[in-house]
């Protein structure tokens, strides 16, 4: 089983900046991909970033330009620097990993519970 704990969540103006972290622990043999996803009421959980491996990355259209997803040597924890955040930014986010970790026999996705970012003056 793999754990991923958000954190850096909160209330930010529009315009403003705000970091995003998620450690994965457990026993964790090899992470193919880690990244975000969020989802705004009424709306469908989509896509913010995400960073394979071999350190490419894709982002929505909607965050291009404006947050930047980066991760630590060990690969375990991940980042979400987001900047020039808008209203529209509001959203519920998640950390998502596709990992093998001990007790599979293969890759699995993992969620993390979400962390709330609110974008209001």
């Known amino acids: 089983q793999v754990q991923l704990v958000e954190s850096g969540g909160g209330l930010v103006q529009p315009g403003g900046s705000l970091r995003l972290s998620c450690a994965a622990s457990?026993?964790?043999?090899?992470?193919?991909?880690m990244g975000w996803y969020r989802q705004a009421p009424g709306k469908q959980r989509e896509l913010v970033a995400i960073i394979r491996s071999g350190g490419s990355t894709d982002y929505g259209e909607s965050v291009k330009g404006r947050f930047t997803i980066s991760r630590d040597g060990g690969k375990k924890t991940v980042y979400l620097q987001m900047s020039d955040l808008k209203s529209e930014d509001t959203a519920t986010y998640y950390c998502?990993?596709?990992?093998?970790?001990?007790?599979?026999?293969?890759?699995?996705?993992?969620w993390g519970q979400g962390t709330q970012v609110t974008v209001s003056s």
């Open positions: 457990g026993t964790i043999f090899d992470i193919n991909a």
């Open positions: 998502h990993s596709e990992a093998w970790a001990r007790g599979s026999t293969s890759y699995m996705e993992y």
